[in-house]
Nanobody, 123 residues
Framework: QVQLAESGGGLVQAGGSLRLSCAAS????????MGWYRQAPGKQRELVAT???????NYVDSVLGRFTISRDNGKNTVYLQMNSLKPEDTAVYYC?????????????????WGQGTQVTVSS
């Protein structure tokens, strides 16, 4: 199977920066699209940013120019650099990855999620 381990969340003042990391591990054949989602209290989970295996990126409008998603394919790791943080960025951030992996001698592809990491931005 495949596991996603997130790190880097925490408490920061408005205007500050944080960097989230998410490493995929297990019987991985290939990590395909990877991304970050977030869920604020009382709100639905929303897409923040995604990146394909070739490096094409997509962002939600509210983070354009402030957040940067990147990845290290050799480490099956995706990063989210968050600058100029605002209180409205406060949420639990979840890593997502579409991973092709080995299961029972076969190749399969599934969608995996991390456990979430809290990001709190104080005003």
């Amino acid at each position: 199977q495949v596991q996603l381990a997130e790190s880097g969340g925490g408490l920061v003042q408005a205007g500050g920066s944080l960097r989230l990391s998410c490493a995929a591990s297990g019987s991985i054949f290939r990590a395909n699209a990877m991304g970050w989602y977030r869920q604020a209290p009382g709100k639905q989970r929303e897409l923040v940013a995604t990146i394909t295996s070739s490096g094409s990126t997509n962002y939600v409008d509210s983070v354009l120019g402030r957040f940067t998603i990147s990845r290290d394919n050799g480490k099956n790791t995706v990063y989210l650099q968050m600058n100029s943080l605002k209180p409205e960025d406060t949420a639990v951030y979840y890593c997502n990855a579409v991973v092709t992996y080995v299961r029972g001698g076969y190749i399969d592809t599934d969608d995996f999620w991390g456990q979430g990491t809290q990001v709190t931005v104080s005003s």
